[in-house]
């Protein structure tokens, strides 16, 4: 767990946090979202001690980051970065071993300790541990970052941006990937991004910051229901009802086959939102849905996600 107590962070006579307080639930990821500017990486950098606060105090658990020796702290939480910092002059299996050999790990166990995280990022070893990192593309070199960052195997992750620099195909990728692996390894995650539909996609809840203060703090889907300021709703803007689309699975949304042979599918395991692009994009009124294998399982139809997508849940 993480915990903001009324932090304030001054440069000179302008204030970039103006008293922010936020808990961070143990095992959730959490998302500092905002315009630029807004104090989220600063925020972010408050836990590791890369910036001490004017006013205010951090916790990691129930201590004080600051009665924590700052070289422990930071061997403690995983902090991934845009771009990412990785040492050119390493191999990725050294740059990913970086943080066990400062902990003073056997050779053989950081090694085979890499190589588990560089099959876990989706990165088969013997193809590349032995490479540079001028031989990665980015998208590769963000995973090496993450596998980097998972490697001592920190409760916390920092992650300033981590897919910002990535073309957007790529990015949606890693995302999926960071999801599926976030749901098995349950770290306490603080994140950001300015991104909307990548906070909403990824968040248990989302820190919405304008000008070093939360506008709101919430679930995704309690936030893209109800905004509390006119900040909000304007940043939220009119795609707010689609994107609540994207948190809801299609198979909550499915009927039984009519049967009647369906003129274009799509695969049980998708989003609603998704569900409805493919509707659009198709000029029909409804799809048939398949599982795994590609049998029909059912369909969905243009009436329900327009319900689901304006329905006022309680
Ligand atoms: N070292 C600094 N000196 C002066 N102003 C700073 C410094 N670091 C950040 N700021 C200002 O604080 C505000 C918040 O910055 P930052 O946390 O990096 O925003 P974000 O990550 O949300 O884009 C910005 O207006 C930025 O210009
Ligand atoms: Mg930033």
């Given at each position: ?49 890369l910036i001490e606060p004017t006013e205010g105090t951090v916790f990691i658990g129930d201590r004080d980051v600051r009665g924590l020796d700052e070289v422990e702290l930071r061997r403690g939480i995983g902090y ?235």
């Amino acid at each position: 767990m993480i915990r903001f107590k009324s932090i304030v962070m001054r440069y000179g006579g302008f204030e970039a946090l103006k008293g922010v307080s936020l808990e961070v639930p143990e095992g959730q990821l959490v998302t500092l979202l905002g315009p630029s500017g807004c104090g989220k990486t600063t925020l972010l950098r408050t836990v590791n001690r890369l910036i001490e606060p004017t006013e205010g105090t951090v916790f990691i658990g129930d201590r004080d980051v600051r009665g924590l020796d700052e070289v422990e702290l930071r061997r403690g939480i995983g902090y991934v970065i845009q771009s990412i910092g990785l040492f050119p002059h390493m191999s990725v299996l050294e740059n990913v071993v970086v943080v066990p050999r400062l902990l003073g790990w056997k050779k053989e166990k950081r090694e085979t300790r890499a190589r588990e995280m560089l099959a876990l990022v989706g990165l088969e070893p013997p193809t590349f541990a032995g490479r540079y990192p001028r031989e990665l593309s980015g998208g590769q070199a963000q995973r090496v970052g993450l596998a980097r960052a998972l490697a001592a195997d920190p409760p916390v992750l920092l992650m300033d941006e981590p897919f910002g620099a990535v073309d957007p195909p790529t990015r949606e990728r890693l995302q999926d990937e960071f999801q599926k692996l976030q749901s098995e390894l349950r770290k306490t995650v603080l994140f950001v991004t300015h991104d909307l539909d990548e906070a909403v996609k990824i968040s248990d809840r989302i820190c919405l910051m304008s000008l070093g203060q939360v506008e709101q703090y919430d679930t995704p889907e309690a936030l893209l229901r109800s905004p509390r300021t006119s900040f909000v709703q304007g940043f939220l803007g009119p795609s707010r009802t689609l994107l609540r689309l994207s948190r809801i699975p299609l198979s909550r949304l499915l009927e039984p086959p009519d049967g009647h042979h369906p003129s274009a599918t799509i695969q049980h395991s998708v989003s609603a939102r998704e569900a409805f692009s493919s509707l659009l994009a198709n000029g029909l009124r409804s799809l048939g849905v398949t599982d795994d294998v590609g049998l029909l399982i059912g369909v969905v139809r243009l009436e329900t996600l327009l319900a689901a997508a304006s329905e006022e849940e309680p």
